[in-house]
């Protein structure tokens, strides 16, 4: 959007006027005392374009403050400022490019939500029975095994993929499993089993599961391997006795009721963000509006820097040394993920129109109540601080509250 503003001649004088004031302020001149130069003095020290550069910037800042209050545009870029006429006793014309917050044509989003319903969440038998091998893999003792790693022995390796030396050159990778549980390659783990703290193969030929994110880099790698440690585990048998000792259970069917429980309320919250996801992307779909291109350039660069932490927590490598790997460039990737950034715009804009004809407001009391729940998980105000931080809690509570509300407007999913 441009915009062009213009001051009459009796109003940019004024605002000449103040510049000179302002910067004859620290003038010397032999003869007068400092703040006391005359005006016509301290216009001739400082010089016309100087005065007039100064009196157009605070014009500028004046104009487009007025600007944004009376048109009721929200920017969204950096304004761009041009001159269009400055000289003193005449008007002062300058324009005012930015980017604003687009119109949004909604559909009937109420009806489209009406449309979507929500799966009903299975509980298994297998479900309950992971939980309960969590919880008493959580109570295990580990105690170190002088001699070979056997089926149900915790061990933690080292080890070298070098089929795939080009992506991770000579970098050791690092895990630690239950042996025999599968937390490995298939053939890795299994080559495991005798070795003992210490030890090392190599030359182990393993093939990459067809769904793991290495196997674009190859179908069979060679695998040199050392054991770091190998433990004893050791674990409480899932009994009556096993429930008692976690708390407020009297046997092992009220763990099992109570697991069920949390277990339930976990896969309906699931369900309920899946169909909030498909709510959204329904009536987005249905809305007209141009996305603008610093808020996809904005979401590209948050996505991109997610994706930074993603490879130095997953690959353990830089950021730098992923793009020469792999022979990709960062625009390859801003390139690869422009169309789920645009797409996410478009559902923030589309929800954000919603929350405006719904009328959606958070009260500052709301997110004092909702802070004050967090803050009592942890052990002390310093602690909060150190970890997450008041200021970005306020602001994710404020969206979070606002989110509810506006869903809440669409479609009670709770």
């Excluded at 193969?201 to 793991?212: M, V, W």
Aim: glycine residues 6%; contains cysteine.
């Amino acid at each position: 959007m441009e915009i062009l503003a213009e001051f009459s001649p009796e109003e940019f004088n004024a605002f000449y006027d103040k510049a000179v004031l302002l910067l004859s302020n620290g003038l010397k001149i032999d003869g007068f005392r400092e703040g006391k130069i005359p005006k016509e003095i301290a216009t001739q020290r400082l010089g016309e374009e100087k005065i007039l550069t100064q009196a157009a910037e605070m014009a500028v800042h004046d104009g487009y403050e007025k600007i944004i209050s009376e048109s009721k545009i929200e920017p969204i870029s950096r304004p761009e400022i041009g001159i269009k006429k400055l000289a003193k006793s005449n008007p002062f014309v300058f324009s005012v490019k930015v980017a604003t917050m687009p119109d949004v044509v909604l559909p009937d989003y109420k009806k489209i939500a009406a449309e979507v319903g929500i799966k009903t969440a299975i509980i298994s038998s297998k479900d309950i029975e992971e939980s309960l091998k969590w919880l008493q893999k959580s109570r295990g003792k580990f105690t170190a095994k002088n001699g070979p790693a056997e089926k149900g022995d915790f061990v933690a390796i080292e080890y070298w993929l070098s089929g795939l030396n080009d992506f991770f050159g000579s970098n050791n990778q690092k895990d630690n499993f239950i042996l025999g549980e599968g937390g490995l390659f298939p053939g890795l783990e299994d080559s495991l089993a005798g070795m003992t703290a210490g030890g090392e193969k190599d030359k182990i030929q393993i093939s990459i599961p067809e769904n793991h994110p290495l196997r674009k880099f190859g179908k069979n790698v060679e695998v040199k391997v050392r054991v770091v440690s190998v433990q004893k585990a050791e674990f409480p048998e899932i009994n009556d006795q096993f429930a008692l000792s976690l708390g407020n259970f009297k046997d092992l069917d009220s763990l099992k009721k109570e697991l069920e429980k949390g277990i339930l309320l976990d896969k309906n919250q699931e369900e309920v963000i899946a169909a909030r996801s498909e709510i959204v992307e329904k009536i987005s779909k249905e809305s007209v509006c141009e996305i603008p291109l610093p808020l996809i350039d904005s979401q590209q660069k948050k996505m991109l820097e997610r994706m930074k932490a993603d490879i130095q927590n997953s690959l353990k490598m830089s950021y730098d040394d992923y793009l020469e790997k792999t022979g990709k460039t960062e625009k390859d990737i801003l390139t690869a993920i422009l169309p789920q950034a645009e797409r996410s715009v478009k559902n923030s804009l589309v929800l954000r129109e919603i929350g405006k004809k719904e009328n959606i407001a958070v009260s500052e009391k709301e997110i004092e109540e909702e802070v004050n729940k967090t803050l009592k998980r942890y052990s002390s105000q310093e602690e909060f601080e150190k970890k997450v931080g008041l200021d970005k809690m306020i602001e994710y509570v404020r969206e979070y509250l606002w989110t509810e509300k506006v869903f809440k407007s669409i479609k009670n999913l709770t």
